[in-house]
Structures are given as structure tokens and as C-alpha cells.
């Protein structure tokens, strides 16, 4: 008895069921093939769309440094009470004619604090001040331990806001973004700003926190605060320049206390 051989008819069946398989395989792989081009063409204009608005804002911050973001303007505004403030500090240490207050400082200080707070802790700690309690001598604000914490953050800010425009810029080379001489003179704007954050930096590392705070405050960097990428840092920012109007205010609280301890003693 011979066993059984396949009929060529199943043979048949089978290389055509093969062949319909491979058909439809090579068709899924063109459709997922297509799919694919579709959605890398939607990120690459979605992702030039990005790019190219972020160096059109930054373009245009070189072009109007004037123009200072908010809140970098809000902090230069306080670090002037601070050294107004430091000033008062200095006179009364050399025992100078007491001068009459102003407001105008203390007020921006508190409009500069409630503009930046955002949500209040449950439990907020009590600050160390005890730098200022040295009996019989005016509180500077230069000498406080926070100072140089904050000019630190702030330097190291300005840096990474440095760094994600650079990266922006570099990002647009792909989309050959920006056009014309307005790369080069980005990019220029971008190492004059890091150069002036290293030169704050020296100021800070010799003591001189007040000028470093000014200097890094003043600066003009080309990346704006809103937006992609300067949006990264905004709140950073924020946090220290909330940070300063408080010390601030701290330290006028600490001042207007020794010039009344300072009256009392001279009425005696």
C-alpha cells in the first residue's frame, strides 16, 4: 500500500495563499510606511513652527535690548532698594546724620513680593537673620548668608537661559533658521551675555554680591521669558526675585529697628 501524495491542486493552493500573504504584507508595510511619512512630515513643520517663532522672538531681543523682559527688570528694580538700602547701613555704621526714611523703596519691595508669590507653603520656616542682630551695628543686607545663596541661583539661571537659546540656535541650522546675518548676530548677543555672567561671577566670588546681582539683573539676554525655551527658567526667576523683595523687606524691618534704637540712645 503507498501512502498518500499531495495533490498538485493543494500545492497550488497553497503557493497562491503564499503569494496573497506576501501581497498583503508588502501592502500593510506601505501603508505603516506611508503613515510614518505623514507623521514625521506633521513633527518636522510642527517642530520648525517651534523653532522658527522661538528665534524670530529672540532675534528680535537683540535687535531692542532696551526692551527688558518683566521680570529681570522687577529684579533689577529691587537689588536698587537693596543697595539704596545697604547705603543707609553704611552711613549709620560710620555714625552719620540720620536722614529721613523713604517709602518709595519699602513700597516697591512689597508690590515686587506680591507679584512673584505664588502659592504659600502650609508652613513657612522662620528665616535666619541672626547676621543682624549684632548689638550696636547698622544690618547690611551684603552680609547676609542668603545673599550669596540667591546670587548663586541667579547666575546659574542666566546660564541655563543662555544655554536653551544656544540650543535653539542650533536647532534651526536643521530648518536653516534664522536667515540673512541674524544668526551670527544672535549668536554674538548670546556670548556677550555668558561672558558678563562669568564677570558677575568673579564679583559675586570677591565679595561684591550687590554688583553681581546688578550686573546679572541688568543683562540682556535674547532669549524672552514667555514662550519656548525662555519659559523653562520664568519660574526659576521668579523665585528669586520674590526671594530678594523679601530679604528686602526683611532688612528695611531690621534697619527702621536700629535707627529707632539709635534715637532713643541719642534722646538719653
Keep these: 500500500m503507498t501512502g498518500s501524495r499531495p495533490s498538485n491542486r493543494t500545492v497550488e493552493w497553497n503557493t497562491e495563499e503564499l503569494e496573497w500573504i506576501a501581497a498583503a504584507t508588502?501592502?500593510?508595510?506601505?501603508?505603516?510606511?506611508?503613515?510614518?511619512?505623514?507623521?514625521?512630515?506633521?513633527?518636522?513643520?510642527?517642530?520648525?513652527t517651534l523653532i522658527a517663532d522661538a528665534l524670530e522672538r529672540m532675534c528680535a531681543s537683540v535687535s531692542e535690548p532696551a526692551v527688558r523682559p518683566r521680570l529681570r527688570s522687577l529684579g533689577r528694580d529691587v537689588v536698587e532698594v537693596l543697595v539704596s538700602q545697604d547705603d543707609t547701613a553704611l552711613s549709620l555704621r560710620?555714625?552719620?546724620p540720620l536722614v529721613e526714611d523713604s517709602?518709595?523703596?519699602?513700597?516697591?519691595?512689597?508690590?515686587?513680593?506680591?507679584?512673584?508669590t505664588t502659592v504659600e507653603p502650609m508652613r513657612r520656616e522662620r528665616p535666619d537673620d541672626s547676621v543682624w542682630e549684632e548689638a550696636g551695628v547698622a544690618p547690611s543686607v551684603a552680609e547676609h548668608p542668603q545673599l550669596r545663596e540667591i546670587t548663586g541661583q541667579l547666575g546659574r539661571s542666566t546660564s541655563r537661559l543662555i544655554a536653551m537659546g544656544r540650543r535653539v540656535l542650533d536647532e534651526g541650522e536643521r530648518f536653516g533658521l534664522p536667515e540673512g546675518e541674524a544668526k551670527g548676530s544672535l549668536a554674538a548677543a548670546l556670548e556677550r551675555a555668558q561672558e558678563a555672567v562669568r564677570d558677575a561671577?568673579?564679583?559675586?566670588?570677591?565679595?561684591?554680591?550687590?554688583?553681581?546681582?546688578?550686573a546679572l539683573t541688568e543683562l540682556a539676554v535674547?532669549?524672552?521669558?514667555?514662550?519656548?525655551?525662555?519659559?523653562?527658567?520664568?519660574?526659576?526667576?521668579?523665585?528669586?526675585?520674590n526671594a530678594l523683595a523679601r530679604l528686602g523687606i526683611r532688612h528695611h524691618a531690621a534697619l527702621a529697628q536700629f535707627r529707632d534704637a539709635r534715637i532713643r540712645e541719642e534722646r538719653r
Excluded at 501592502?27 to 503613515?35: F, I, K, S
Design 222 to 241: 535674547p532669549v524672552p521669558e514667555s514662550g519656548f525655551p525662555g519659559q523653562a527658567v520664568a519660574d526659576e526667576l521668579r523665585l528669586q526675585v
Design 201 to 214: 561671577e568673579l564679583m559675586a566670588g570677591n565679595g561684591r554680591l550687590l554688583a553681581a546681582l546688578a
Design 26 to 48: 508588502a501592502t500593510a508595510a506601505l501603508v505603516v510606511l506611508g503613515g510614518a511619512r505623514a507623521v514625521a512630515g506633521i513633527r518636522f513643520r510642527r517642530d520648525r
Design 94 to 96: 560710620a555714625k552719620a
Design 103 to 116: 517709602t518709595a523703596g519699602p513700597a516697591l519691595l512689597i508690590t515686587a513680593d506680591a507679584v512673584t
